[in-house]
């Protein structure tokens, strides 16, 4: 990683922190995710059919907090969009 990548991502994952902090929840509470970006040389649209893909990692990626909640409502909050809801049993069967 370069040191302008690890400096965007402290920076993004101060972001995360700022927007934990105006809804009102302790950045402590969180448990922070990175993600990196990939791309897909050959094979798009081939890997869930069981053929093969090659694809790599790169620098840019996405961060994203979670912490729990007492219900079952999965609550997404964008730094730069409008916060959605919805009820996450309705997606997921029980394990």
């Not at 972001?15 to 995710?33: F, H, I, M, N, T």
């Not at 996405?62 to 997606?91: E, G």
Request: aromatic share 6%; with cysteine; glycine share 6%.
């Amino acid at each position: 990683m370069s040191a302008a990548e690890a400096i965007r991502k402290r920076e993004m994952f101060e972001e995360v922190d700022r927007a934990l902090a105006s809804l009102g929840v302790q950045p402590d509470a969180a448990v922070r995710y990175w993600v990196p970006g990939r791309i897909e040389v050959l094979g798009k649209h081939t890997d869930y059919a069981g053929g093969r893909s090659l694809l790599c990692a790169i620098e840019r990626g996405f961060c994203f907090a979670a912490i729990p909640r007492p219900d079952d409502i999965l609550r997404m909050h964008d730094a730069k969009q409008k916060p959605r809801s919805i009820a996450h049993n309705r997606l997921l069967p029980p394990a």
